[in-house]
C-alpha cells in the first residue's frame, strides 16, 4: 500500500512544479499557430480548456499537464509486465518524468504529448485489457493525428511476426490513408543529417539514457526477447534513422516512440544488476546515479531557466527566449492604454492570445538589447534586460 502513496506523492510534487511553470512561459508562435491555424484535435482540445478555465497560460497548458499525468500512470501499470519489485517500477516513473523531452511535451502545446499518451494508452489496452479493443482505438488515432503514422508501421511488422492477418490488413489500411491524407515529403537533394539527429535524441534522453535504451533494443533482438514494446520503438526509431541519411528528420516527431521502451531498458538494467555479486553491482549504481544527476539537473534549468539570462551576453541564445516575453510584453502594453499595434507577425500572432490585437493605430517596433537606442517599452527578468522596444502611435491623418 505504501507504494501507492509515493506514487500520489511523485505525481503529486511532478503536477504542482508544472502547474507553477505555467506562470513563466509565454505562449510561442508554433502554440499561437497551433492555436488559430486549421483544425485539428489538439486544437479542439486546447480551445475547450480555454472556454472552460479562460484565456490564460494555465487554461492553454492545462490538458497537456492532464495528459502527462494521465501517461505517468499508465507508463508505471504497464511497468508491471516487465518489472517484479515496486521500488524498480517508481524509479521507473521518476526517470520518465524527468526526462527532457517528457518535460517539454508536458508544458508546451503540441503533438508529442498526445502522441506519448496515445501510445501508453494503446500497449496497456493490448497488453492488459483485450487486443479486441484496439482496434477501434487504431481508426480514431488515424482521425486525429497524423505521427501516429509509425504506430501503424510499426504493427504491420509486429503483425508480419506473429501472424496477425486481421492485423496486419487493419494497420495496411491505416497506413495507406494517412499517407493519403499528409503524403510522405522527401525534397530536396540527398543530405546526410544522421550526427544531427544523434545529437538531437542525446538531448530529449540524455546521451547515457539515450544509449542505453539503443543498447536495450539491439540487445533484446540478439536475445529474441522480441514484443508489442519493441517493434513500436525500434521499427520507428529505425525509420527515423534511415530518413536522417536522406534528409533533415524532426526527431520530435519520432522520440515519443523511443520513450515508451523505458520498461524494456529498466527491465534489462535491473536483470543485470541482479544477476551480479554485490562487488559486482558499483559500475551499475554509479551510472544510474550519473543518469539520475543528469535528470535532476536538467530539471533545474527547466524549472530556473530564467536565471540563466544573468550569465548570457545575448538573451536570444536562451533555450526558452521564443516561449519569454509575449505575456510581460502585452501587460506592458495594457498599461499605456495600449490594446493593439503593429508589428512583426510572430510577435503579432502571440500577442493576440494576450488580447493585443493587430491594428495600424500603434507600431511597435524592437530594438537590439545592448544598444544605445532609447526605448519606452522594456521587459527585464532578474533585473537583467532582455527585451526592448518603441511604440508609436501612427497618425493617419
Not at 91 to 110: D, E, H, K, M, Y
Not at 226 to 253: C, G, P
Not at 321 to 343: G, R
Not at 354 to 377: A, F, P, R
Request: charged fraction near 15%; charge should be positive; glycine fraction near 4%.
Amino acid at each position: 500500500m505504501m507504494h501507492r502513496y509515493i506514487l500520489f506523492l511523485i505525481i503529486g510534487v511532478d503536477a504542482t512544479i508544472l502547474l507553477l511553470q505555467t506562470n513563466e512561459l509565454s505562449i510561442s508562435y508554433y502554440e499561437a499557430s497551433l492555436l488559430y491555424g486549421n483544425f485539428s484535435f489538439l486544437q479542439a482540445i486546447v480551445k475547450s480548456s480555454l472556454t472552460i478555465f479562460g484565456q490564460n497560460d494555465f487554461a492553454l497548458r492545462l490538458p497537456m499537464i492532464v495528459l502527462h499525468l494521465l501517461s505517468v500512470i499508465l507508463m508505471y501499470e504497464i511497468s508491471k509486465k516487465y518489472l517484479d519489485n515496486t521500488r524498480d517500477r517508481l524509479w521507473l516513473v521518476v526517470v520518465f518524468i524527468l526526462l527532457p523531452g517528457v518535460i517539454s511535451s508536458a508544458l508546451l502545446v503540441n503533438s508529442a504529448g498526445l502522441v506519448i499518451f496515445g501510445l501508453l494508452l494503446f500497449v496497456y489496452i493490448y497488453n492488459n485489457i483485450s487486443k479486441n479493443f484496439t482496434y477501434p482505438l487504431l481508426i480514431i488515432f488515424s482521425i486525429i493525428d497524423g505521427r501516429f503514422l509509425y504506430l501503424f508501421l510499426s504493427l504491420i511488422i509486429f503483425s508480419k511476426y506473429t501472424k496477425d492477418t486481421s492485423y496486419l490488413i487493419l494497420n495496411g489500411l491505416l497506413s495507406i490513408y494517412l499517407l493519403y491524407m499528409y503524403g510522405f515529403d522527401v525534397p530536396g537533394l540527398p543530405k546526410g543529417h544522421f550526427l544531427d539527429s544523434m545529437g538531437v535524441y542525446s538531448a530529449i534522453f540524455t546521451p547515457i539514457i539515450f544509449i542505453y535504451l539503443v543498447y536495450t533494443l539491439y540487445r533484446r533482438y540478439l536475445t529474441k526477447k522480441i514484443d508489442l514494446l519493441w517493434f513500436i520503438s525500434s521499427v520507428t526509431f529505425i525509420i527515423s534513422l534511415i530518413l536522417s541519411f536522406r534528409q533533415r528528420v524532426s526527431v520530435e516527431i519520432f522520440a515519443p516512440y523511443l520513450i515508451i521502451a523505458l520498461p524494456l531498458a529498466a527491465k534489462t538494467f535491473s536483470s543485470s544488476y541482479k544477476v551480479r555479486l554485490k562487488m559486482f553491482r558499483k559500475g551499475y549504481k554509479f551510472t544510474f546515479i550519473l543518469s539520475l544527476l543528469f535528470l535532476v539537473l536538467n530539471s533545474l534549468f527547466v524549472i530556473f531557466n530564467k536565471e540563466l539570462y544573468l550569465i548570457l551576453d545575448k538573451p536570444q541564445n536562451h533555450f526558452v527566449y521564443n516561449m519569454h516575453i509575449a505575456k510581460e510584453l502585452s501587460e506592458e502594453l495594457k498599461s499605456k492604454n495600449i490594446t493593439c499595434v503593429n508589428t512583426e507577425s510572430k510577435m503579432s500572432k502571440r500577442l493576440k492570445f494576450y488580447g493585443i490585437k493587430k491594428c495600424d493605430t500603434y507600431l511597435l517596433i524592437e530594438n537590439d538589447v545592448g544598444t544605445n537606442n532609447i526605448s519606452n517599452v522594456t521587459i527585464s527578468y532578474k533585473n537583467k534586460l532582455i527585451y526592448s522596444a518603441n511604440v508609436t502611435k501612427i497618425n493617419n491623418k
